[in-house]
């Protein structure tokens, strides 16, 4: 069976230090891609030159000025060439058989939206097991089976170049929640194939992470138009989730008026009722204060995930 064409696609902004190992990560993949379109969206550093001092026919280099990271992986979607479009990002890095377990689930898995792979989370205390499921192969219900772990991340999923398009890409102006709105017009109408090999690193150690030089968003896009009357319920708190993870980063930054309409538009939700009290505790809050409560609660946090509770 012919090996499908798998076209990478990298945003890259102020990444000079990461860019140069997650780039070899691809380069070293026991199944070659098609190419490797590296997006440059307006960098300060001197990220894009390592890149080109590569010189590998399989890399290939755009500039533009800074738009955020949606309309970077549009703009090298829209360039690529191959069958199937595979997302990384410019600080996490792939085990050398990603590619090749993504090729191998597109021949036994035909016909689905979206491919994924579990994943291990590299943070300044070392690497972590992300909670994933544990079973090989469609997904039964992706909105259902996605409460309290991960399915997906942009740097361990592959989808066909069709459905990217025919959902209409990323939200281009969102900076927060931009995956799971994708993962949300992609999983309603399509299948989910999932593996449960850990063959990426998704780093929390980059010094400039998306997550924290986080500025204002300008979009017309937002979770709630993507809420149906008609959608089933696990959809609808899948929805909630990820608006409600958002207000939580953006009360934080102060958007009190952003979080206010979150609990009030998806106060519905029974599965992620722990996260609406947090918004609405944080929201109550001095904006001087949310910065610090958020952070130590995401630390205490992560430190009891560590350890299996």
């Known amino acids: 069976m012919t090996a499908p064409t798998i076209s990478v696609i990298i945003p890259l902004y102020n990444k000079e230090h990461e860019i140069r190992r997650t780039l070899t990560s691809v380069l070293r993949q026991s199944l070659a891609p098609l190419e490797i379109i590296v997006v440059d969206d307006g960098s300060k550093d001197r990220g894009a030159d390592l890149v080109e001092a590569f010189r590998s026919p399989l890399v290939r280099l755009i500039r533009q000025p800074n738009g955020g990271v949606c309309v970077a992986r549009n703009r090298g979607v829209a360039a690529s060439r191959g069958e199937y479009i595979a997302f990384l990002d410019a600080d996490d890095e792939w085990q050398p058989d990603f590619l090749k377990e993504v090729a191998a689930l597109i021949g036994e898995y035909p016909g689905c939206g979206l491919y994924t792979t579990a994943f291990n989370i590299i943070s300044h205390e070392g690497s972590f097991p992300a909670p994933t499921p544990t079973r090989r192969g469609i997904v039964d219900n992706f909105f259902r089976d996605s409460a309290h772990r991960y399915i997906a991340i942009p740097s361990a999923s592959c989808l066909p170049r069709t459905v990217f398009d025919r959902v209409g890409g990323f939200p281009e102006g969102m900076k927060i929640g931009e995956d799971l709105y994708l993962w949300i017009k992609v999983a309603r109408d399509h299948k989910v194939c999932f593996s449960p090999r850990r063959l990426v690193n998704y780093s929390r150690v980059a010094e400039n992470r998306s997550a924290t030089a986080y500025t204002p968003e300008h979009t017309a896009h937002s979770f709630t138009e993507l809420l149906r009357d008609d959608a089933p319920d696990e959809e609808r708190e899948f929805i909630a989730r990820a608006a409600l993870g958002k207000a939580l980063i953006l009360s934080a930054k102060g958007d009190t008026d952003y979080a206010r309409r ?27 204060l949310r910065p610090a409560v958020l952070a130590f609660y995401n630390r205490m946090a992560w430190l009891i995930a560590r350890k299996g509770l």
């Open 262 to 288: 979150a609990v009030a538009t998806f106060s519905y939700t029974r599965t992620y009722s722990r996260t609406l009290r947090k918004v609405r505790i944080l929201n109550a809050l001095p904006p001087s």
